[in-house]
């Protein structure tokens, strides 16, 4: 029996991660669960999941909470101190992170400071603090598997195979939905049609990000740390029809790819029952029914994200996590309809080249380092 704790269990990895634990009653236990403001889905999983904690945001929704349940309750925890509460509790093997955004950081360092193995889908951890982390990964000796379904893919393509013999690694991308628009469209496009992903369902951040492709900057990111590559081995290529996750390319040519169709359930699974593998209820892959598998290089004219993250990446220290926080604070403005579209490249840019990089020692380092870039932003978008 595997001991769960989820982080995030009312977001989209969340729910899939609990639809995992549904169908294997035998194989897991929810230990603790924590949620932002979703109150009724949290109630709905406490009742069917039965965890001994939960926490929620504030001291009002655990107020909340407490009033909307009845009979056996959990301990209701809130704020960064339930975050942390939830991640470090005692009787969890695994803590899946799927808190979007940097707010996952503090609590996914402290899964790994108790000795927790993790499941990681907030790649923000590894973008903002990517040596810190890994190297506290390697003294507490735990073990961090990637949900995100790129890493699965490089990490299920890398079993086996020696980390001397590898070339390249190569991500792939959808290129979002606006692969084909005409340049000088791009800044009219809506927020709705920037939600709208052509292949995969997720939350609306991420959703953002992969239009404008700062989903691949910080995934090219989270795979340097992941895999301990350089910057110069890792590709991406745009590929629409989302069946080949990633690739490793060895020094004898040859190539080593995931396949599969576009449904995060299969690298979560993975990421929960690794090197076993188990029923996901995933569709089955139909190559016959494909019109076709094409690729193409990124155009960093359409994608100016794509090459932010490059350049954060060889800055290094304290960049990605500067260029992380513009980019949440920058994704946010356009879904509240404050700036348009291309605006989120351009705010990302200024307030990186306002920003003298400086070393990380500490989390703390990389959370003055977050909190300087959102005041930039916000300064240079007039809100403050
Ligand atoms: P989501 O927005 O659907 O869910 C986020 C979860 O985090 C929710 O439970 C929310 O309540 C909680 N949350 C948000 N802000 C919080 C805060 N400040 N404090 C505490 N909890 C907070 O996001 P998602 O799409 O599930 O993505 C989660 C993470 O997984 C992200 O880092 C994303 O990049 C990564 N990821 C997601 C997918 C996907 O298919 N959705 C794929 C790969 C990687
Ligand atoms: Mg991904």
């Known amino acids: ?41 949290l109630k709905h999983q406490i009742e069917e999941f039965r965890p001994k904690m939960v926490s929620v945001l504030t001291c009002d929704l655990a107020s909340s909470l407490e009033r909307m349940l009845t009979g056996n309750k959990p301990e209701i925890h809130h704020g960064v101190a339930g975050l942390i509460a939830a991640a470090t509790a ?24 108790a000795g927790k193995d993790v499941a990681l889908a907030n790649k923000e951890t590894l973008v903002t603090a990517g040596r810190l982390m890994m190297d506290l990964v390697r003294d507490k000796g735990v073990k961090l598997y990637p949900v995100d379904s790129e890493h699965s893919a490089i990490f299920q393509s890398l079993e086996g195979q020696s980390r001397k013999d590898v070339k390249r690694i190569i991500l792939t991308a959808s290129g ?5 628009l005409p340049l000088e469209q791009l800044s009219r496009v809506s927020i709705n049609d920037a939600l709208n992903h052509p292949n995969w369902s997720m939350g609306q951040k991420i959703t953002i990000d992969s239009a404008t492709m700062m989903n691949k900057g910080l995934e090219v990111i989270e795979a340097r740390w992941l895999f301990e590559t350089a910057a110069e081995q890792i590709d991406v290529n745009i590929h629409p029809q989302s069946i080949i996750h990633s690739m490793v390319e060895y020094v004898d040519g040859c190539v080593m790819a995931q396949l599969g169709v576009p449904d995060m359930k299969a690298p979560i699974a993975y990421a929960l029952t690794y090197p076993e593998r188990i029923a996901t209820g995933v569709n089955p892959l139909d190559l016959t029914a494909l019109a076709g598998l094409t690729f ?37 403005a356009f879904l509240k309809g404050r700036i348009c579209f291309t ?3 351009s705010f990302i840019a200024r307030t990186m080249d306002a920003h003298d990089s400086r070393a990380l020692v500490s ?4 959370l003055s380092a977050d909190l300087w870039a959102r005041g930039t932003t916000r300064a240079l978008l007039g809100l403050s």
Not at 12 to 38: M, Q
Not at 363 to 366: T, Y
């Open 343 to 345: 605006d989120i490249a």
């Open 90 to 113: 005692g009787e969890a093997d695994m803590v899946v992170a799927a808190i979007v955004g940097a707010a996952g950081l503090v609590p996914t360092a402290a899964a790994i400071k």
């Open 296 to 332: 193409y290089a990124p155009d960093y004219r359409r994608f100016p994200a794509l090459k932010l993250a490059y350049d954060a990446l060889a800055s290094g220290e304290s960049m990605p996590a500067v260029m992380n926080a513009a980019n949440e604070v920058a994704v946010e």
């Open 176 to 180: 979002g939905p606006f692969l084909t």
């Open 1 to 41: 029996m595997k001991r769960l704790t989820i982080l995030g269990s009312t977001g989209s990895i969340g729910v899939s991660t609990l639809d995992i634990v549904a169908g294997h009653r035998d194989r897991f236990e929810v230990v603790a669960l924590t949620a932002g403001n979703n109150l009724d889905l």
């Open 363 to 366: 989390i703390e380092d990389v």
